[in-house]
């Protein structure tokens, strides 16, 4: 029995603290806000119990007394309980009544703090709450009651003389009132101030003006809540700090079609380059049902001249049961090793194993072209790879007069995704760039997305690995838009970003370094 109430942070997952990860991680029940990510509820327990309590303006799905009953009834059972809360629990998250409600129940409990949206939102948006130039104090304000109220807690004069940063939260429904109010207290209308809307997510928009100006822009621009407000000197400093806004595929929606056993990578760049990015595996890589033809590859293991791995998933699987079969990379030893790839390559490094033959393009007829510069007239070659794969590789290599042994070592199948994101995505006109990484991921994308639907959307970048997925794409009447010269993912990252920035930001220091971090990425 007992309940952690965890700070989730302010949207971005990977801001939540490692000791409020933790503790998700071993609960049994998962009790969560509107605020906290869905993601987070990735590292749940699978047989946890996930309660939605969220509560928005005017949508509560359960009521605070409520919450803090269920709170102390799961406990009570003798269950973990994780209290997930977007931001900090005890800065206007209501997080010390839930802990005053366990605290009668006699239920034990602990508070794990959260990165809140008043610091990060800002910080996101290259607003610094103090600095040495502007600011030496910082306060914050709810803005949710009623600013006009006689018995109104703020302190209006005090706030607009003070020489600190204000920060409100909950409070664009009473916009107009706050920077009135302000104003009418003495409060410069000219001061700057900021609007932070889902900051640190890839939702996030935001948007300066005078403090006078702030409540008419908003409504221009279309702000709502959740939304930051920063009234203070310290909004001058945006120009120069705002980091986050200037990366090259930030408000940009991607998806990644890719199995999730190889996308994390993938959508761990798209994410530190700025992007959305919608996960949507249209593949699944599974274990074979039958391992016959490898079985008996690997029982005459010292026979094959040559072995060709043509991806990591050849490679991980073909390592797996070979030490099923009590054997390790030393019965590899009188062999050739290729490797199809720098990320296959590097996968075939930790077995301890330098391979002899990496080809500079990854195409099979190039592949096999650069093979067939070796004797291999009546060698033996062992090609571990994918059940259903394309033959243009072996049947190269027997025409040059090799022995051919193709085992299937994995397959791969298709995964039954939730189409749901994509369609509102392209309904909202938010969709910017589907990527596909092989012909497969082409064609169950096109089973799982209507066609109608993607000819009715505005522009979508179409994002190919290489031309076999090219020509694929045309066959459903779609053109690439972004090839990469070398087949892999870093270089299709770095075609991705290219696209979406402005020549003139591609070159500098900053984008060149996220680049080369794409390009040096293990994916």
């Avoid at 699978?46 to 303006?57: H, M, N, Q, R």
């Avoid at 070979?322 to 090793?337: C, F, M, P, Y």
């Avoid at 990469?484 to 930001?505: H, W």
């Amino acid at each position: 029995m007992f309940v952690y109430l965890i700070g989730a942070g302010p949207g971005d997952p990977e801001l939540i603290t490692c000791k409020g990860l933790d503790a998700l991680s071993r609960a049994d029940v998962i009790v969560y806000d509107y605020l906290a990510s869905d993601v987070l509820l990735g590292y749940a327990r699978a047989d946890a119990e996930k309660i939605y309590v969220g509560k928005i303006a005017g949508n509560h799905a359960m009521k605070q007394e409520d919450i803090n009953a269920l709170l102390v009834k799961k406990a009570k059972e003798g269950k973990i309980v994780a209290r997930l809360k977007g931001g900090d629990p005890y800065i206007f998250g209501r997080g010390g009544e839930e802990g005053r409600a366990l605290f009668d129940a006699d239920v034990p409990f602990c508070e794990i703090p959260g990165i809140s949206s008043t610091i990060a939102g800002p910080a996101y948006a290259g607003i610094p709450l103090t600095d040495r130039t502007a600011a030496s104090s910082v306060t914050i304000i709810t803005g949710h009651e009623d600013p006009t109220k006689p018995d109104s807690v703020h302190n209006w004069d005090a706030l607009a003389k003070s020489a600190s940063t204000l920060v409100f939260v909950m409070g664009m429904k009473n916009l107009p009132e706050i920077s009135k109010n302000l104003i009418h207290a003495g409060m410069d209308p000219q001061t700057p101030a900021a609007l932070v809307h889902w900051g640190t997510t890839p939702m996030q928009r935001s948007l300066t003006a005078t403090l006078a100006e702030l409540p008419e822009a908003a409504i221009r621009e279309g702000f709502k809540n959740p939304s930051v407000i920063v009234v203070g000197h310290v909004v001058a400093l945006r120009d120069k700090l705002n980091w986050n806004e200037k990366r090259p595929l930030f408000g940009k929606t991607v998806v990644v079609t890719r199995s999730r056993e190889q996308a994390s990578s993938m959508v761990a760049m798209l994410m530190s380059l700025g992007a959305r990015v919608i996960q949507f595996p249209t593949i699944s890589i599974e274990a074979m049902d039958n391992y016959a033809v490898l079985d008996n590859a690997l029982d005459k293991i010292d026979t094959f001249d040559w072995i060709i791995f043509t991806s990591v998933n050849g490679v991980q699987h073909f390592a797996r049961r070979l030490r099923e079969k009590g054997k390790d990379s030393r019965a590899l030893a009188h062999a050739k090793i290729a490797a199809i790839g720098p990320v296959t390559r590097k996968e075939v490094e930790k077995l301890g194993i330098i391979p002899d033959f990496v080809p500079e393009t990854f195409v099979a007829e190039k592949v096999a072209e650069g093979l067939c510069q070796f004797a291999l007239q009546g060698k033996e070659i062992l090609i571990p790879r994918a059940l259903e794969s394309r033959e243009v590789l072996p049947q190269i290599l027997e025409q040059a007069g090799a022995k051919v042994t193709v085992a299937p070592a994995y397959r791969t199948v298709k995964a039954h995704a939730d189409n749901s994101e994509i369609l509102k995505a392209i309904e909202e006109n938010s969709l910017d760039c589907i990527s596909f990484a092989s012909s497969s991921t082409v064609r169950n994308f096109m089973e799982s997305v209507p066609a109608d639907a993607l000819q009715k959307a505005g522009k979508i970048c179409f994002a190919s690995i290489g031309p076999i997925t090219s020509k694929t794409l045309e066959e459903y009447g779609l053109k690439a838009d972004i090839e990469p010269k070398d087949y892999t993912i870093p270089a299709l990252l770095a075609e991705i970003t290219k696209y979406f920035s402005k020549e003139t930001d591609i070159h500098s220091p900053y984008y060149q370094s996220l680049l080369n971090a794409a390009k040096q990425e293990k994916l």
